[in-house]
């Protein structure tokens, strides 16, 4: 264990953790009757991974575009204007989910609410066999949770590895360690992959966070003449949020990365590419000129169905063109 520099978190902070990993033991316990009880909701700084809010839009049976609306607010998540999101507080930096008895969507908290008070910190680097996840612990004064002395003096020492287990937390890692993988390979690839244009800000989001619109997205006459997608598969999407997920991770990886994952339809991308190279410059501009006044990005309003990731689709076209010959 030891000081390291941030490179493993998916974000950007000044925050200098100490990497703990699954075996570290720890003596904590969090219940009702602490002294601190709700403390850590009363000073909620909740960042939500994408599978979080499929848990809590569900839970409250809400759109994702109502609850990102309704219960969240936006962050820049790193210099190139990634845009993540946390969840809202209100003006007494309250959870607006915690109730007086304790968190109103318990079964479905978010990652970081199971993880506290430690958090995950990313997986090892990519040219390793196995990921390797790390994890830091954050002190913070209001917390009573470690002085067990106080109120369960038989607590036993348990590994963080056990602690992860009582939390239930690995279903959340598994559909949350591709979009994890994503942002690290993201930053990692720096200005290999530049910087993303609005467009691949928007997709970015909408394809990780915004579901509901991610799907529409997929069904639109744009994406279906761009993409090849047999029946079964788009049934699967239309009815599994978890299922739609992964294939939003592999779109991504395509458009932002170039893993061709999802065959093109040759002709029509060729010709969509072409017809849409005067569209896209438009765009663009009337864009840059909007994000000085707003942050599209963010505003589900803004994102149209034409958003496809057309900055690899040219060479993307090149490589469909080839293989059907
Ligand atoms: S979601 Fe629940 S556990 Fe998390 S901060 Fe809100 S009230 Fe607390
Ligand atoms: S502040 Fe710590 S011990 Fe208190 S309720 Fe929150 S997690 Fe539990």
Same mark, same amino acid.
């Given at each position: 264990m030891g000081k390291t520099d941030v490179s493993h978190l998916p974000y950007e902070s000044s925050f200098v953790p100490e990497i703990l990993t699954e075996d570290h033991k720890i003596k904590f316990a969090c219940h009702p009757g602490v002294s601190c009880f709700n403390a850590c909701c009363k000073?909620?700084?909740?960042?939500?991974?994408?599978y979080d809010v499929i848990r809590l839009k569900q839970k409250l049976e809400l759109t994702s575009e109502q609850f990102l609306k309704d219960y969240t607010v936006p962050w820049e998540m790193d210099g190139d204007g990634v845009i993540g999101v946390k969840l809202k507080t209100n003006e007494d930096?309250?959870?607006l989910l915690m109730t007086e008895k304790g968190c109103s969507v318990y079964k479905d908290r978010p990652a970081a609410c199971r993880y506290y008070p430690f958090g995950l910190m990313g997986v090892k680097h990519t040219e390793?066999?196995?990921?390797?996840?790390?994890?830091?612990?954050? *002190?913070? &004064?209001h917390c009573k949770g470690h002085e067990q002395e106080n109120f369960l003096p038989d607590t036993k020492e348990i590994t963080l590895g056990e602690y992860r287990k009582t939390q239930g937390v690995e279903e959340f890692d598994k559909f949350n360690l591709d979009w994890i993988r994503l942002m690290l390979k993201k930053k990692s690839a720096g200005p290999a992959v530049g910087t993303p244009s609005v467009e691949s800000l928007q997709v970015l989001f909408m394809a990780t966070y915004d579901l509901d619109r991610f799907k529409r997205f997929v069904f639109s006459p744009n994406f279906q003449s761009v993409y090849l997608l047999d029946k079964d598969f788009l049934d699967t999407i239309q009815k599994d949020d978890l299922a739609l997920l992964e294939f939003g991770y592999r779109f991504l990886r395509q458009v932002l990365f170039g893993e061709k994952t999802i065959d093109l339809k040759a002709d029509a991308v060729a010709k969509?590419?072409?017809?849409r190279k005067?569209?896209?410059?438009?765009?663009?501009?009337? *864009?840059? &000129?909007?994000?000085?006044?707003?942050?599209?990005r963010y505003d589900p309003e803004v994102m149209g169905d034409e958003v496809m990731g057309d900055n690899k689709l040219t060479e993307q076209a090149e490589a469909?063109?080839?293989?059907?010959?």
């Open positions: 000073q909620a700084d909740v960042m939500l991974a994408p930096k309250h959870c390793a066999k196995a990921d390797e996840q790390n994890y830091f612990r954050i *002190e913070e &004064e969509r590419a072409e017809e005067g569209y896209w410059k438009a765009r663009h501009d009337a *864009e840059m &000129e909007y994000a000085n006044l707003n942050d599209p469909a063109k080839k293989k059907s010959k």
